[in-house]
């Protein structure tokens, strides 16, 4: 199985918005809607920002927005600000077999 | 609150073996659904294997006949023995928890992650 391909770079100035698709296949993102993001920041331990394609968890700023189209999804950050700043990655359900599979990872820079 | 806390990382020979521990307190593990996800020194995430509350156990298949996920309900810890390891095997290795839905159905998220545990295979 391979990991869901990622632009490897976004940027964007303050209070603009940035997108990060997620490109699989039709055995993984385009056959669920299990796409989960999350974000990292250096040295640290990754955290959920969005699940089930679209859905916030408590506590996550509704800058974060999810979406998806056929094989690929989506991470938008509207506003964007300082500390959102980290990489990003986005997650599929792939099946009873694979289980997991994640994407290869977005760095967004805030300039 | 919700913690995870990992250990049993180090630096081990090729060919070795190694136990890491995934200490859980805030919830119940068996309660639960468990994974290990690692990373590759500046690389991506890559999932590594499940554990169910049923007790059925899932690999990736980088991993699969090597590494074995298990738990301890007494102890509230989650485990990976590692075997046979290889210098692709060098990551930060983090235990992260999935919950089941009021119905009783297995999510597909991972809701909170441990800090990770380095563990570095080399001569």
């Known amino acids: 199985q391979s990991a869901l391909t990622q632009p490897r770079s976004v940027s964007g100035s303050p209070g603009q918005s940035v997108t990060i698709s997620c490109t699989g296949t039709?055995?993984?993102?385009?056959?669920?809607?299990?796409v989960s993001w999350y974000q990292q920041h250096p040295g640290k331990a990754p955290k959920l920002m969005i699940y089930d394609v679209s859905k916030r968890p408590s506590g996550v700023p509704d800058r974060f927005s999810g979406s998806k189209s056929g094989n690929t999804a989506s991470l938008t950050i509207s506003g964007l600000q300082a500390e959102d700043e980290a990489d990003y990655y986005c997650?599929?359900?792939?099946?009873?077999?694979?289980?997991?599979?994640f994407g290869t990872g977005t760095k967004v820079t805030v300039l | 609150e919700v913690q995870l806390v990992e250990s049993g990382g180090g630096l081990v020979q090729p060919g070795g073996s190694l136990r890491l521990s995934c200490a859980a307190s805030g919830f119940t593990v068996s309660s639960n659904y468990m994974s290990w996800v690692r990373q590759a020194p500046g690389k991506g995430l890559e999932w590594v294997s499940v554990i169910y509350s049923g007790g059925s156990t899932y690999y990736a298949d980088s991993v699969k006949g090597r590494f074995t996920i298990s738990r301890d309900n007494s102890k509230n810890t989650l485990y990976l023995q590692m075997n046979s390891l290889r210098a692709e095997d060098t990551a930060v290795y983090y235990c992260?928890?999935?919950?089941?839905?009021?119905?009783?159905?297995?999510?597909?998220?991972?809701?909170?992650w441990g800090q990770g545990t380095l563990v570095t295979v080399s001569s």
């Open positions: 039709s055995s993984d993102v385009g056959g669920y809607n299990y």
């Open positions: 997650c599929s359900y792939a099946g009873s077999y694979t289980l997991y599979v």
């Open positions: 992260a928890r999935g919950e089941y839905d009021s119905s009783g159905y297995s999510t597909y998220y991972f809701d909170y």
